[in-house]
């Protein structure tokens, strides 16, 4: 299954919706993605079958504002090639949400989400902004959260370019212990880096399974 967190145009709020067929179908649960994790894989298909059969609205996927998949309460663990960081709530993002200019290098991987199912019940493509001086100034999560049953066994592939040239090319096993052991709903690995980016750059991202998008450095949209 794959699900997003979504601005509704009707009323702007947040909206939890499951991906169909290049359509979001607006869930007419009042449930986040958070608590139908914390409900196990039955329950997230029980939900995902409510969305798709009874959707509240439906969005061509590309015109949908994601927002991050889940809201974190607590610091989020995050490993980027031998570094680790914690981050903070408040620094957490949607991929369609602004990138501080300040952000120069992005490290990309894989979030691993914690749910009714274990450490690993979801995963979503995770990538932390830093500042030339290195210091972590925002991590960007998503669009798309896919249950972990869709990527059993399965090697996630990363890439990133700008402008159509590569710049940075890893690998992720889902099974990877930092991301299936340890505290926090949301754990990332990341062993992508990027070369030092300028302001309005454009970086798109391909996480194999797990979807693509793109950012802009420095975008205030």
């Given at each position: ?24 179908m ?31 609205e ?30 903070h ?21 894989v ?71 340890g ?39």
């Amino acid at each position: 299954m794959r699900w997003v967190t979504y601005l509704s145009p009707s009323g702007g709020g947040q909206r939890v919706g499951a991906l169909d067929d290049g359509d979001v179908m607006g869930s007419p649960g009042p449930e986040g993605l958070g608590e139908l994790l914390d409900g196990g894989h039955e329950a997230m298909e029980a939900a995902y079958a409510r969305a798709v059969d009874g959707a509240i609205e439906i969005i061509v996927e590309p015109e949908a504002r994601m927002c991050a998949p889940v809201t974190p309460t607590a610091l989020v663990p995050v490993r980027a090639g031998d570094r680790e960081f914690e981050i903070h709530p408040e620094l957490v993002r949607g991929v369609d949400d602004a990138v501080l200019p300040e952000a120069r290098t992005a490290c990309v991987g894989v979030a691993a989400l914690a749910g009714g199912d274990g450490p690993a019940s979801a995963y979503t493509p995770a990538c932390l902004w830093l500042d030339a001086a290195g210091h972590a100034v925002q991590l960007s999560l998503g669009p798309v959260l896919t249950t972990a049953d869709e990527v059993a066994g399965r090697t996630v592939e990363l890439s990133t370019s700008v402008d159509d040239l590569e710049n940075g090319r890893g690998l992720i096993a889902p099974g990877h212990g930092w991301l299936t052991s340890g505290p926090g709903r949301v754990r990332a690995l990341l062993p992508v880096t990027t070369p030092a980016l300028e302001e309005n750059d454009e970086l798109f991202v391909d996480a194999g399974d797990l979807g693509t998008f793109e950012v802009r450095v420095g975008s205030q949209v």
